[in-house]
Structure formats: structure tokens, C-alpha cells
């Protein structure tokens, strides 16, 4: 079985989509913890010409901190859905693909949620559907334990019979340091994304990457962005090349030989 997994970020941007596709069964790690300010609650759109900044949700800070995603609750109290589709249509309502994708995007930015990591999901299935992307989702939530960080994704994979491991890049330092990591009986693959450039309406001089998907979804609409999706990484990392590559770069920061 092939296994990703990751945590239900906002908008999400093109990389997470391929953990998506390179997996048989992806699994939504909902009740992993939440951190303020990250891009659990944000995200980078367009926000004038050639300029990109954060969509966040709000959240209930004395509420949610310390919390899990799936118990961080959305702040309703100002306005952000509408400011947010008004920002939306101010800088996307000329894109090539916005009579397509922005009236899902209103029905899903309007049915609200309470909790964050429910507003998360419900826009990555979404975009799935849009991208006709279908995969087998199960949440973390549903098989709870109190094991963390490497114990807690060896625990899933084998749970789900993974024999791969499809895996982002930015994991294998905590991989690494927890010592569980490689597992004898899952083979683990690590990320590297190369984004493609595509045309913007938002940019005229030069392509801005690790932009949300909504940005290619408007712009170049699902087919091309899944096109762009697939092909994002060209070659999948393993354990060892990865240890390789920073020890190596361990080694030119601290002026080794």
C-alpha cells in the first residue's frame, strides 16, 4: 500500500496535492497539534499586481492553543469569510478559469465550520474533486493514540499495511533525530518539488511560486494544474540520499572539506 500523510493545512499549496496523488490512501493527521500562525491558518494568494500575501482564518487563540486541529476553533466574530471572497474576486475575477473554479470556492468559503481543521478538509476534498483526483482519505482522529511525532507515523503506516512511504521533504530532520527512522519493512520516499512556472494574472514580470493551488486552479484551471502536479518532483528522494545531502551541506556551512 502506498501511504501519505500530512496535516490538513488552509489552501493548501500544489506540493501537498502530489503527496495526494503518488499515494493509494492518504491519511488527514487531524489531531496532530495546532500552531498559530503557521500555514495551518494561512495561506499566499495574490493580493495586488505583483504582489503576494497571507489569506488567514482566524482562530480562537486562548481557546485553540495547545489544542489539536481538529478542536481549534474558527473565529467568527469578524467578518473574514467576506473580506476574503471580496479579496478573491478583486484579484482573480479576470483570471482565465474564475467563472469555473470561484463559484465552488464561494459555496465552500461560505458553509461554515467550526473547527479549523473541518474548514481544512473540506477545501482539500474539494480541490481533489475539481482536479479529479480520487484517493481513499481516512483520519488520524479515527485511530487515536497517544504516541508522537516518528512513533505515531510508524504506528499509521503499519496500521494501513504501508510498503511505501511517500513523505515531505521538511520531515526527515525530525525523522532523523528521533532515531526510528528507516523502518525495516516500509520504504520511505521523500518529496522534492520543483514548481513550474504557469501564467499569472496577478504577475506580468515573473512567476511567483508555493503559491495556494487555488492561484493555478484560476489561472491555468485542473487540467494543466494536475498536469503540474504529477510532475512536480522529478525525482523521488531515499532515506540515505537525503542523510547524504545534509551531511553534505552540513559539511559546506561549517567550511569542511
Not at 486562548?62 to 489539536?68: A, D, K, L
Not at 525495516?184 to 518529496?191: G, P
Request: charged share 25%; with cysteine.
Amino acid at each position: 500500500m502506498k501511504i501519505a500523510m500530512m496535516q490538513p493545512t488552509f489552501l493548501p499549496w500544489q506540493g501537498f496535492f502530489e503527496l495526494i496523488y503518488q499515494s493509494e490512501r492518504f491519511i488527514i493527521l487531524d489531531d496532530f497539534q495546532f500552531s498559530v500562525q503557521s500555514y495551518h491558518q494561512r495561506n499566499r494568494l495574490f493580493v495586488n499586481k505583483e504582489q503576494v500575501d497571507w489569506y488567514s482564518v482566524p482562530i480562537q487563540k486562548s481557546i485553540s492553543f495547545g489544542e489539536s486541529l481538529n478542536h481549534a476553533l474558527i473565529n467568527e466574530t469578524p467578518p473574514w469569510r467576506i473580506k476574503m471572497w471580496k479579496r478573491i474576486q478583486q484579484n482573480y475575477s479576470k483570471a482565465n478559469y474564475y467563472q469555473l473554479i470561484a463559484p465552488l470556492i464561494q459555496e465552500w468559503l461560505f458553509e461554515k465550520t467550526r473547527f479549523l481543521a473541518a474548514q481544512n478538509i473540506s477545501f482539500i476534498k474539494l480541490a481533489c474533486e475539481t482536479l479529479g483526483l480520487k484517493r481513499e482519505f481516512l483520519l488520524s482522529s479515527d485511530s487515536p493514540s497517544d504516541s508522537r511525532k516518528s512513533e505515531r507515523v510508524a504506528e499509521l503506516l503499519r496500521s494501513n499495511c504501508a510498503g511505501t512511504y511517500y513523505c515531505a521533504k521538511g520531515s526527515f530532520d525530525y525523522m532523523l533525530a528521533d532515531g526510528l527512522f528507516p523502518l525495516d519493512d516500509v520504504k520511505v520516499l521523500f518529496q522534492d518539488y520543483d514548481p513550474k512556472p504557469y501564467t499569472q494574472i496577478g504577475s506580468k514580470d515573473k512567476f511567483i511560486p508555493y503559491l495556494s493551488v487555488l492561484d493555478a486552479l484560476m489561472n491555468i484551471g485542473p487540467e494543466q494544474t494536475m498536469e503540474l502536479i504529477a510532475n512536480g518532483t522529478p525525482k523521488w528522494l531515499t532515506w540515505n540520499e537525503m542523510r547524504d545531502m545534509k551531511h553534505e551541506f552540513r559539511q559546506k556551512a561549517t567550511g569542511g572539506d
